[in-house]
């Protein structure tokens, strides 16, 4: 459905005229509470039936989506949740509608964390759900084929495209060099080189030669790289606010985001750690000056928006729980100070807040110019006339969506993508032949079914196939349990078990790394192991069965003992001692 521009009255809703002129037009028509409203990227969920939500009981998100837009005047919004994709383009129409009937009709800019894979976590992605279902980030990196990554990225963009996301809140290409952090399997691990040449295909795929009309932008985060974390601990969480550099590598966290830059990427967010023992100030972020207008908008050359990381400037309600704000270095603070701090440290927009009061408290104050604010408005609407929010793209097509959104082509590329990443660590008897006796734990015996007889107990079977995941130590609040954080070991009672197993039956185990596990064990006693990056059952047996090649390499080592990972140096890649598998590791079939 493409719904035909209005009647053009004022020179920034003539699609004719030069994209700096509607903006100069647009700008000098805001009131000062209109431009407040663009400096928030704020979220929403929406009604399964595609309806926007206009009910909240506040437990997750504090005010209803016609309260943001209507009342708040806000216009950038990330969708949380997992929906069918005619709903979400019907949504898509309904929130567009709501933003045109406001007073000057400046469209909606819809953004997404991923939900091309299979990690399912709020606060960093959705599993695939109706889109096309690739391996995460890790898998591609496994994989090194610049140009599938640019192929993926460009599906990605299709399928975007069609349900109203414009923005992606990806790629992350910070460096997976501390083995406890939680965000490792959305970067491309470990190693500079690889990234900064994923992440220009990435870029490619996503926003074409020069960002336009069939565009979706592409945020790159964590500058300037959110790897090195304190004992792995994640900075979403006060605990784990403390970023440091004891290898002295700080620069080399650098070269993706300088590849990045250099690709042309519409947005960056920085992210919430802290940097200790640095010349740096040392506060967020999101919040330093140096890190920000020194850094990347000086020294590197950027141009575009700066959008802070979700939750910097208030307290907030997840899940019901209270979360403080992640105003690392600065909590001392008010809501205003920490505002206009970020401001004057050269953000444009602020993650995950709706408080557009604060900014023109600011100005009517003269704490900050409307000067000052006037210069990132007129980004945030340049990006909106380039990608053609205010003309032929400000609505999306429903039946379009449904046929796109997860396409068979897509899928089977995605799928294709999947058994390429599998990598391969020891391979014993691989690949399998005839049809042998197969017990099987967290596979799904319908699918196993096609590979051999499914037997119910290890004595009954000639082999069997185990999937495992990376441990992790539980969290008692339940925002922070989705952030798999802590030891990598398996815990004594489950190992045990697990070699039980392997020593009654030769046994295929596939263990998920969603971090580096420590495995020794299991490596030993396995009859064959295989490191998966996301992948579906049919895919790990269809390898296993020598139906489909692997060719994964390993993305990081995996550690020896978790006495070897706190020995290591957070910010320097693959630093653990006689590591089981080292990094770039991995056999063909």
């Not at 003539?14 to 002129?21: G, I, K, M, N, S």
């Not at 805001?30 to 595609?50: C, I, P, R, V, Y």
């Not at 970020?342 to 009061?357: M, Y």
């Not at 692997?550 to 706190?566: D, K, N, Q, T």
Request: proline share 7%.
């Amino acid at each position: 459905m493409t719904t035909p521009t209005p009647h053009s009255t004022h020179p920034y809703q003539d699609p004719a005229r030069p994209v700096a002129e509607r903006v100069e037009d647009l700008l000098g028509r805001m009131t000062l509470e209109e431009k407040a409203g663009q400096l928030f990227h704020s979220m929403l969920t929406m009604n399964a039936d595609g309806t926007p939500v206009t009910e909240t009981d506040g437990s997750m998100l504090p005010f209803t989506t016609p309260e943001l837009i209507v009342e708040r005047g806000l216009t950038h919004f990330n969708l949380l949740g997992t929906y069918g994709a005619r709903e979400m383009a019907s949504w898509h129409n309904a929130v567009q509608e709501m933003a045109a009937n406001t007073r000057l009709g400046i469209p909606v800019s819809l953004s997404t964390d991923p939900r091309h894979a299979f990690t399912d976590n709020v606060g960093a992605s959705f599993n695939a759900g109706a889109f096309s279902a690739w391996p995460e980030a890790t898998g591609l990196a496994a994989i090194r084929d610049p140009e599938l990554v640019h192929r993926f990225a460009d599906i990605m963009r299709r399928e975007y495209l069609a349900v109203g996301f414009r923005t992606a809140l990806h790629p992350q290409i910070d460096l997976a060099t501390e083995p406890r952090w939680s965000r490792q399997s959305g970067t491309f691990g470990a190693d500079a080189k690889l990234t900064a040449e994923l992440v220009e295909a990435y870029i490619r795929g996503l926003q074409g030669p020069e960002l336009g009309h069939d565009s979706v932008a592409a945020m790159v985060k964590h500058f300037p790289g959110g790897g090195p974390q304190k004992d792995g601990e994640d900075p979403h969480f006060p605990h784990g606010k403390e970023q440091i550099y004891p290898g002295g590598l700080r620069e080399h966290h650098l070269e993706p985001f300088k590849a990045a830059v250099a690709a042309g990427c519409s947005q960056m967010m920085p992210y919430y750690g802290q940097p200790i023992g640095t010349d740096w100030e040392e506060v967020g972020f999101g919040f330093n000056k140096g890190v920000i207008q020194g850094l990347l908008r000086e020294q590197l050359g950027f141009t575009g928006i700066v959008c802070t990381d979700w939750g910097l400037l208030t307290d907030s309600v997840i899940f019901g729980e209270p979360h403080e704000a992640r105003a690392w270095g600065v909590e001392h603070l008010s809501v205003a100070e920490r505002t206009a701090k970020a401001l004057d440290a050269g953000a444009d927009q602020f993650g995950g807040e709706q408080c557009p009061e604060v900014i023109v408290g600011l100005v009517r104050s003269g704490r900050v110019s409307e000067e000052r604010i006037d210069t990132s408005v007129r980004r945030l609407l340049r990006e909106k006339f380039v990608l053609g929010l205010f003309d032929e793209r400000r609505y999306v097509d429903p039946d379009e969506a449904a046929e796109t959104v997860g396409r068979a082509d897509f899928t089977a590329e995605g799928a294709a993508a999947q058994r390429r990443s599998l990598t391969v660590l020891t391979k014993g008897p691989l690949p399998l032949a005839g049809r042998p006796k197969l017990y099987v734990e967290n596979v799904d015996a319908t699918v196993a079914a096609g590979y051999g007889e499914v037997v119910a107990t290890p004595a009954d079977a000639d082999l069997a196939v185990l999937r495992l995941r990376t441990p992790y130590e539980e969290r008692p609040n339940l925002f922070e349990s989705f952030f798999h954080s802590g030891s990598l070991a398996f815990p004594e009672e489950e190992l045990t078990r697990i070699l039980a197993l392997l020593a009654a039956v030769p046994t295929v185990v596939c263990v998920n790394l969603e971090r580096a596990a420590v495995l020794p064990e299991i490596a030993e006693h396995a009859a064959a192991l295989i490191a998966d990056f996301g992948a579906s059952d049919e895919a790990l047996l269809d390898v296993a069965f020598g139906r489909a090649k692997p060719e994964g390499r390993l993305p990081f080592e995996l550690p020896r003992s978790m006495a070897a990972v706190e020995a290591g140096r957070p910010d320097v890649p693959n630093d653990t001692e006689d590591p089981v598998f080292p990094y770039g590791h991995g056999l063909t079939l």
